[in-house]
Protein backbone atom coordinates (compact mmCIF):
# COMPACT_ATOMS: atom_id res chain seq x y z
CA UNK A 1 0.00 0.00 0.00
CA UNK A 2 1.24 3.74 -0.97
CA UNK A 3 1.86 6.34 1.33
CA UNK A 4 -1.13 8.45 0.19
CA UNK A 5 -3.57 5.58 0.82
CA UNK A 6 -2.08 4.47 4.12
CA UNK A 7 -2.71 8.20 5.29
CA UNK A 8 -6.25 8.24 5.21
CA UNK A 9 -6.71 4.68 6.96
CA UNK A 10 -4.49 5.90 9.77
CA UNK A 11 -6.41 9.20 10.57
CA UNK A 12 -9.73 7.29 10.34
CA UNK A 13 -8.40 4.40 12.67
CA UNK A 14 -6.96 7.50 14.98
CA UNK A 15 -10.37 8.99 15.15
CA UNK A 16 -12.32 6.26 16.11
CA UNK A 17 -9.44 5.60 18.71
CA UNK A 18 -10.08 8.90 20.35
CA UNK A 19 -13.23 8.08 20.28
CA UNK A 20 -13.35 5.04 22.01
CA UNK A 21 -10.67 6.48 24.22
CA UNK A 22 -13.07 9.98 24.93
CA UNK A 23 -16.16 7.02 25.68
CA UNK A 24 -13.93 5.26 28.18
CA UNK A 25 -12.92 8.23 30.27
CA UNK A 26 -15.99 9.11 30.29
CA UNK A 27 -17.62 6.28 32.06
CA UNK A 28 -15.19 6.05 34.24
CA UNK A 29 -15.38 9.80 35.16
CA UNK A 30 -18.86 8.89 35.66
CA UNK A 31 -18.50 6.45 37.93
CA UNK A 32 -16.10 8.59 39.84
CA UNK A 33 -19.11 11.10 40.46
CA UNK A 34 -21.42 8.14 40.65
CA UNK A 35 -19.24 7.10 43.63
CA UNK A 36 -19.57 10.34 45.07
CA UNK A 37 -23.22 10.56 44.86
CA UNK A 38 -23.42 6.95 46.70
CA UNK A 39 -21.32 8.40 50.06
CA UNK A 40 -23.69 11.15 50.59
CA UNK A 41 -26.35 8.83 49.82
CA UNK A 42 -24.55 6.18 52.71
CA UNK A 43 -24.06 9.04 54.63
CA UNK A 44 -27.47 10.16 54.89
CA UNK A 45 -28.99 7.06 55.59
CA UNK A 46 -26.56 6.04 58.35
CA UNK A 47 -27.50 9.57 59.68
CA UNK A 48 -31.69 8.80 59.65
CA UNK A 49 -30.80 5.17 60.61
CA UNK A 50 -29.80 6.74 63.85
CA UNK A 51 -31.72 9.38 64.52
CA UNK A 52 -34.28 9.20 67.22
CA UNK A 53 -38.02 8.98 65.92
CA UNK A 54 -39.94 11.46 65.09
CA UNK A 55 -43.60 11.73 65.09
CA UNK A 56 -44.92 10.56 61.74
CA UNK A 57 -46.03 13.48 59.33
CA UNK A 58 -50.03 14.37 58.85
CA UNK A 59 -51.55 13.18 55.99
CA UNK A 60 -51.21 16.71 54.44
CA UNK A 61 -47.51 16.39 54.10
CA UNK A 62 -47.93 12.69 52.73
CA UNK A 63 -47.50 14.12 48.99
CA UNK A 64 -44.69 16.08 49.63
CA UNK A 65 -42.65 13.28 51.21
CA UNK A 66 -40.01 11.77 48.57
CA UNK A 67 -37.72 8.62 48.41
CA UNK A 68 -34.48 10.64 48.12
CA UNK A 69 -35.58 12.91 51.22
CA UNK A 70 -37.35 10.66 53.32
CA UNK A 71 -36.45 6.98 52.93
CA UNK A 72 -35.68 5.27 55.78
CA UNK A 73 -36.37 7.94 58.19
CA UNK A 74 -37.57 7.04 61.71
CA UNK A 75 -40.74 7.88 62.96
CA UNK A 76 -43.29 6.98 65.59
CA UNK A 77 -46.70 7.08 65.40
CA UNK A 78 -49.91 5.47 67.05
CA UNK A 79 -52.31 3.13 65.46
CA UNK A 80 -54.88 0.11 65.04
CA UNK A 81 -54.33 -2.91 63.42
CA UNK A 82 -58.24 -4.07 62.35
CA UNK A 83 -59.83 -7.29 61.22
CA UNK A 84 -58.76 -6.63 57.64
CA UNK A 85 -56.92 -8.98 54.93
CA UNK A 86 -53.31 -9.14 55.57
CA UNK A 87 -51.09 -9.62 52.24
CA UNK A 88 -47.69 -11.23 52.72
CA UNK A 89 -44.15 -10.45 50.15
CA UNK A 90 -41.81 -12.95 49.59
CA UNK A 91 -38.68 -13.13 50.60
CA UNK A 92 -35.29 -14.49 49.71
CA UNK A 93 -33.88 -12.79 52.35
CA UNK A 94 -32.65 -9.24 52.88
CA UNK A 95 -30.07 -6.74 52.35
CA UNK A 96 -31.39 -4.01 55.52
CA UNK A 97 -32.45 -6.73 57.42
CA UNK A 98 -29.23 -8.88 58.96
CA UNK A 99 -31.22 -11.31 60.75
CA UNK A 100 -33.45 -12.13 57.72
CA UNK A 101 -31.19 -15.04 56.00
CA UNK A 102 -33.75 -17.29 54.80
CA UNK A 103 -36.78 -17.48 52.73
CA UNK A 104 -40.28 -16.63 53.85
CA UNK A 105 -42.38 -13.71 54.09
CA UNK A 106 -42.64 -9.84 55.20
CA UNK A 107 -46.38 -9.47 56.71
CA UNK A 108 -48.11 -6.25 55.31
CA UNK A 109 -50.86 -4.71 57.44
CA UNK A 110 -53.24 -1.28 56.89
CA UNK A 111 -53.00 0.10 60.20
CA UNK A 112 -56.00 2.75 61.15
CA UNK A 113 -54.13 6.39 62.52
CA UNK A 114 -56.38 8.15 65.13
CA UNK A 115 -57.86 10.35 62.32
CA UNK A 116 -59.19 7.55 60.30
CA UNK A 117 -56.16 7.26 57.67
CA UNK A 118 -54.62 4.46 56.72
CA UNK A 119 -50.93 3.32 56.99
CA UNK A 120 -49.37 -0.08 55.12
CA UNK A 121 -47.21 -1.62 57.77
CA UNK A 122 -44.69 -4.19 57.26
CA UNK A 123 -45.12 -5.79 60.48
CA UNK A 124 -42.15 -8.33 60.18
CA UNK A 125 -40.47 -11.62 58.73
CA UNK A 126 -42.65 -14.95 58.95
CA UNK A 127 -40.10 -17.66 57.93
CA UNK A 128 -41.81 -20.02 56.21
CA UNK A 129 -39.97 -22.39 53.78
CA UNK A 130 -43.49 -23.73 51.93
CA UNK A 131 -45.17 -20.35 52.17
CA UNK A 132 -48.12 -22.16 54.21
CA UNK A 133 -50.65 -19.53 54.22
CA UNK A 134 -52.12 -21.39 57.26
CA UNK A 135 -48.90 -20.38 59.18
CA UNK A 136 -48.90 -16.65 57.81
CA UNK A 137 -52.84 -16.20 58.96
CA UNK A 138 -51.51 -17.57 62.91
CA UNK A 139 -48.60 -14.75 62.67
CA UNK A 140 -50.85 -12.25 61.93
CA UNK A 141 -54.31 -13.03 63.82
CA UNK A 142 -52.03 -12.92 67.43
CA UNK A 143 -51.13 -8.83 66.10
CA UNK A 144 -54.55 -7.81 65.56
CA UNK A 145 -56.20 -6.47 68.80
CA UNK A 146 -58.46 -3.69 67.12
CA UNK A 147 -56.41 -1.35 70.35
CA UNK A 148 -54.24 1.87 69.83
CA UNK A 149 -50.63 0.58 69.70
CA UNK A 150 -47.22 2.62 69.50
CA UNK A 151 -45.12 1.89 66.49
CA UNK A 152 -41.86 2.46 65.77
CA UNK A 153 -40.72 2.09 62.43
CA UNK A 154 -38.78 3.67 58.68
CA UNK A 155 -40.73 5.42 56.35
CA UNK A 156 -40.27 3.12 52.74
CA UNK A 157 -41.64 3.79 49.34
CA UNK A 158 -42.94 0.83 47.23
CA UNK A 159 -41.20 -0.89 44.84
CA UNK A 160 -41.56 -0.93 40.85
CA UNK A 161 -42.11 -4.85 40.03
CA UNK A 162 -39.84 -5.45 37.14
CA UNK A 163 -40.65 -7.65 33.86
CA UNK A 164 -38.81 -10.58 34.88
CA UNK A 165 -41.18 -10.84 38.32
CA UNK A 166 -43.97 -13.45 38.99
CA UNK A 167 -47.17 -11.70 39.52
CA UNK A 168 -48.96 -11.66 42.39
CA UNK A 169 -51.11 -14.76 43.37
CA UNK A 170 -54.40 -13.20 44.82
CA UNK A 171 -55.32 -16.00 45.99
CA UNK A 172 -52.59 -16.72 48.31
CA UNK A 173 -52.37 -12.89 49.11
CA UNK A 174 -48.73 -13.36 47.90
CA UNK A 175 -47.00 -10.36 46.31
CA UNK A 176 -43.33 -10.64 45.20
CA UNK A 177 -42.53 -6.91 45.46
CA UNK A 178 -43.52 -4.01 48.26
CA UNK A 179 -46.74 -2.28 46.17
CA UNK A 180 -48.49 -1.71 49.10
CA UNK A 181 -50.43 0.20 46.76
CA UNK A 182 -51.58 -2.74 44.30
CA UNK A 183 -52.18 -4.80 47.78
CA UNK A 184 -54.73 -1.87 49.03
CA UNK A 185 -56.77 -2.38 45.89
CA UNK A 186 -56.72 -5.96 45.50
CA UNK A 187 -57.50 -6.10 49.16
CA UNK A 188 -60.15 -3.63 49.88
CA UNK A 189 -57.92 -1.73 52.47
CA UNK A 190 -59.29 1.69 50.93
CA UNK A 191 -56.94 4.58 50.79
CA UNK A 192 -53.71 4.52 52.01
CA UNK A 193 -50.34 6.62 52.29
CA UNK A 194 -47.95 6.94 49.30
CA UNK A 195 -45.54 5.27 51.88
CA UNK A 196 -45.26 2.17 54.06
CA UNK A 197 -43.73 1.50 57.29
CA UNK A 198 -40.87 -1.03 57.89
CA UNK A 199 -41.38 -1.96 61.64
CA UNK A 200 -38.75 -1.63 64.23
CA UNK A 201 -40.70 -2.11 67.67
CA UNK A 202 -42.96 -3.31 68.74
CA UNK A 203 -42.20 -7.38 68.77
CA UNK A 204 -44.69 -9.76 69.59
CA UNK A 205 -43.84 -12.16 72.50
CA UNK A 206 -42.90 -15.16 70.13
CA UNK A 207 -41.21 -12.63 67.53
CA UNK A 208 -43.36 -13.72 64.63
CA UNK A 209 -43.80 -11.58 62.48
CA UNK A 210 -40.79 -10.10 63.57
CA UNK A 211 -39.76 -6.96 63.24
CA UNK A 212 -36.28 -5.38 63.48
CA UNK A 213 -33.64 -2.53 63.32
CA UNK A 214 -32.89 -1.88 59.67
CA UNK A 215 -29.27 -1.53 58.93
CA UNK A 216 -28.35 -0.30 55.16
CA UNK A 217 -25.34 -1.31 53.39
CA UNK A 218 -25.23 -0.04 49.44
CA UNK A 219 -22.61 -1.61 47.22
CA UNK A 220 -19.86 0.28 46.55
CA UNK A 221 -17.84 -1.09 44.14
CA UNK A 222 -18.02 2.30 41.37
CA UNK A 223 -14.52 3.55 42.25
CA UNK A 224 -13.17 -0.09 40.96
CA UNK A 225 -15.40 0.20 37.89
CA UNK A 226 -13.78 3.70 37.40
CA UNK A 227 -10.78 2.41 37.41
CA UNK A 228 -11.55 -0.62 34.71
CA UNK A 229 -12.79 2.05 32.14
CA UNK A 230 -9.59 3.80 33.28
CA UNK A 231 -7.00 1.30 32.00
CA UNK A 232 -9.35 0.55 29.34
CA UNK A 233 -8.71 4.10 27.96
CA UNK A 234 -5.29 3.42 28.12
CA UNK A 235 -5.31 -0.38 26.62
CA UNK A 236 -6.83 1.51 23.00
CA UNK A 237 -4.09 4.00 23.20
CA UNK A 238 -1.76 1.11 23.79
CA UNK A 239 -2.97 -0.98 21.33
CA UNK A 240 -3.89 2.01 18.28
CA UNK A 241 0.21 2.71 19.02
CA UNK A 242 1.45 -0.85 18.16
CA UNK A 243 -0.63 -0.84 15.25
CA UNK A 244 0.62 2.19 13.69
CA UNK A 245 4.29 1.31 14.71
CA UNK A 246 3.86 -2.12 12.90
CA UNK A 247 2.69 0.02 10.25
CA UNK A 248 5.76 1.55 9.34
CA UNK A 249 8.39 0.51 6.43
CA UNK A 250 11.14 -1.21 8.05
Known sequence: MNETARKPRVAGFALFTLFLTAVCVALGLWQLQRRVAKHELIAALTERL????????PPAQWNTLTPERDEFRRVAFTATYESRLDAMVYSSGSAVRPDVSGPGTWAFLPARLPGGDTVAVNAGFVPNTQQDRALQDRAVARLITNKPAMLTGYIRFPEAASV???????????????DHVA???ALGWGAVAPFYIDLEQPVPENS?????????HLKDD???YAITWFMLAGAVL???????RGRRPG
Open 50 to 57: ATAPVPLP
Open 222 to 224: HLQ
Open 183 to 185: MSQ
Open 164 to 178: LMPDAEHDKRLWFTR
Open 238 to 244: IAFGVWV
Open 208 to 216: IPRPGPLDV
